[in-house]
Nanobody, 117 residues
Framework: QLQLVESGGGLVQPGGSLRLSCAASGNIASINVMAWYRQAPGRERESVAL???????NYAVSVKGRFTISRDNVKNTVYLQMNSLKPEDTAVYYC???????????WGQGTQVTVSS
């Protein structure tokens, strides 16, 4: 089993920054990919960024150059640093972990990010 707990969301003005955190506990050693997704009202959930066990990263085109995903293996935490935020970044952000060996993925509870003046 795996538990994911997000934190760090909130209200920020356009052009501002936020850092989201996702603390993982449980069967951490089996995780192959950690990712951030987001879902805006009336829209499908979309992938924002991911980081593999080997440290490779990938970003959605809409956030490339503004968002950075990173991890702290000691704290078992993945971060999403979000800079130059835009109103269209407003969404609930979800942490995701994928374990390929058992074909499962796990989700956090989500954290709201609102970009508005």
């Amino acid at each position: 089993q795996l538990q994911l707990v997000e934190s760090g969301g909130g209200l920020v003005q356009p052009g501002g920054s936020l850092r989201l955190s996702c603390a993982a506990s449980g069967n951490i050693a089996s995780i192959n990919v950690m990712a951030w997704y987001r879902q805006a009202p009336g829209r499908e959930r979309e992938s924002v960024a991911l980081i593999t066990k080997g440290g490779s990263t990938n970003y959605a085109v809409s956030v490339k150059g503004r968002f950075t995903i990173s991890r702290d293996n000691v704290k078992n935490t993945v971060y999403l640093q979000m800079n130059s935020l835009k109103p269209e970044d407003t969404a609930v952000y979800y942490c995701n972990a994928k374990i390929f060996a058992i074909s499962r993925q796990y989700w956090g509870q989500g954290t709201q990010v609102t970009v508005s003046s």
